[in-house]
């Protein structure tokens, strides 16, 4: 199981920066994406990076504001979020997907971790 972290309470404007690893596993060949749930909204597609980080790919509402980044060797993938909005606020989830190379399906990962809540005061 992947274990999220790093979550907080932060105002509008500030960054945050979230980290996912797993302690028993390694997914150091899978991609690796982040997902976020607000209340009462369907889970959504924030962003994802291939196994060896050569590629990554934003959901249009983060993207120029968030960053993905992997430490193979640490076993642990890193989301960088600056210049947060309120509409940023959720539950923020990571997840590995089954091959080395993924997208924003959630169907396409099947390891996830625990969440980390981010909320953005305005």
């Known amino acids: 199981q992947l274990q999220a972290s790093g979550g907080g309470f932060v105002q509008a404007g500030g960054s945050l920066r979230l980290s996912c690893t797993a302690p028993?596993?390694?997914?150091?060949?899978?991609?690796v994406g982040w997902f976020r749930q607000a209340p009462g909204k369907e889970r959504e597609f924030v962003a994802q990076?291939?196994?060896?980080?050569?590629?990554?790919s934003y959901a249009d509402s983060v993207k120029g504001r968030f960053t993905i980044s992997r430490d193979r060797a640490e076993n642990t993938v890193y989301l960088q979020m600056d210049n947060l909005r309120s509409e940023d606020t959720a539950t923020y989830f990571c997840?590995?997907?089954?091959?080395?190379?993924?997208?924003?399906?959630?169907?396409?990962?099947?390891?996830w971790g625990q969440g980390t809540q981010v909320t953005v005061s305005s």
């Open positions: 997840a590995a997907a089954r091959s080395a190379y993924s997208g924003p399906n959630s169907g396409s990962y099947n390891y």
């Open positions: 028993r596993r390694t997914f150091s060949n899978n991609a």
């Open positions: 990076i291939s196994w060896n980080g050569g590629s990554s």
